[in-house]
């Protein structure tokens, strides 16, 4: 009588796995990443706008079909020949899901979108397909942006939406963040710079257009972020990523031009240089500098936007 096999066969992978599978491999391939370059498990989930542990699971998922190398200890790599990136029928295009993310961005920072909404409502209001819905959905609720209500529907997190609050936003950071640079447990992580370095100096070399908003804020709030991890206070760290959950739907619509992106690489840019070189009082000032700055600019809409509406 033959013996039943006692092993477990492996679960199919999830339809987020496959998409962050295929996501992992474009970018790869769009940023021609050399053979033996390591993949992150941070900055990939910074960039596919995931947390870590989908991300971690796409990347087994990559290299036991061998399309990425699992090092000796940890970690992962680019390998010697990156294969092509696998079609998957039916998925929606970046492009789509990229727009639909500034709109409803847009939307729900003018308060034309309820607090609890549900896929048909945004199917409806935005002509989207279902899947393209659901990708934004998942992908908002992996930055805590939407939580899914019970039973039915999802809800908005809250966000920074009035002129007052964004002040006071812009307040608080500026008394916190340049003084985490000046902890005595400081430490910056070079991997990390180093990968901040090239995802600003990528973003600078590549042509502006308006769905690049959404990267382009998540780029910055892991450059914010990780200033705030490498001060070595918990509590900070706390802090700024509260900050940056309830700012999300109010700079995902980035609404300041190309010129405003050169200008923010490079002061982040120049904030890394002092910090690298160790002169973390001069990286502090710069750091109070970019957000006074900030703070200024946003002042400057939120008055054009009274304006308009005004007339």
């Not at 039916?90 to 409803?104: E, H, N, S």
């Not at 070189?277 to 750091?287: D, H, I, K």
């Amino acid at each position: 009588m033959k013996q039943k096999s006692s092993a477990t066969p492996k679960a199919a992978p999830s339809r987020l796995q496959r998409e962050l599978s295929a996501g992992i491999l474009e970018l790869i391939r769009a940023e021609k990443l050399a053979p033996g370059t390591r993949l992150a498990e941070v900055a990939l989930a910074e960039r596919l706008q995931v947390s870590r542990t989908p991300v971690r699971a796409a990347l087994k998922l990559l290299a036991r079909r061998r399309m990425v190398r699992a090092g000796d200890s940890r970690g992962y790599f680019v390998t010697d020949a990156v294969p092509s990136v696998p079609t998957t029928q039916g998925k929606p295009a970046p492009a789509d899901t990229d727009r639909l993310f500034v709109a409803i961005a847009r939307d729900r920072r003018g308060g034309r979108l309820p607090v609890d909404v549900s896929e048909r409502d945004l199917m409806q209001r935005y002509d989207a397909t279902r899947p393209v819905v659901q990708r934004v959905l998942t992908k908002l609720e992996e930055v805590a942006a939407v939580q899914r209500k019970p039973g039915h529907g999802w809800r908005f997190q809250p966000i920074i939406a009035d002129v007052e609050a964004r002040a006071e936003s812009y307040r608080y950071r500026i008394l916190i963040e340049p003084a985490g640079l000046l902890e005595p447990d400081f430490k910056l992580d070079p991997a990390w710079a180093a990968d901040m370095r090239r995802r600003h100096e990528t973003t600078l070399r590549e042509p502006w257009k308006e769905t690049a908003s959404v990267a382009l804020y998540e780029m910055n709030a892991a450059f914010h972020e990780g200033l705030a991890a490498a001060s070595g206070n918990r509590f900070l760290l706390v802090a700024v990523q509260q900050q940056n959950r309830l700012r999300r739907f109010a700079n995902y619509d980035w609404v300041f031009g190309y010129e405003r992106v050169v200008v923010n690489c490079r002061e982040h840019l120049a904030i890394l240089d002092r910090l690298e070189a160790g002169a973390r009082a001069t990286a502090a000032q710069l750091l109070r500098r970019h957000l006074e700055r900030a703070a200024r600019l946003k002042t400057i809409e939120i008055a054009d936007s009274r304006n308009n509406s005004s007339k």
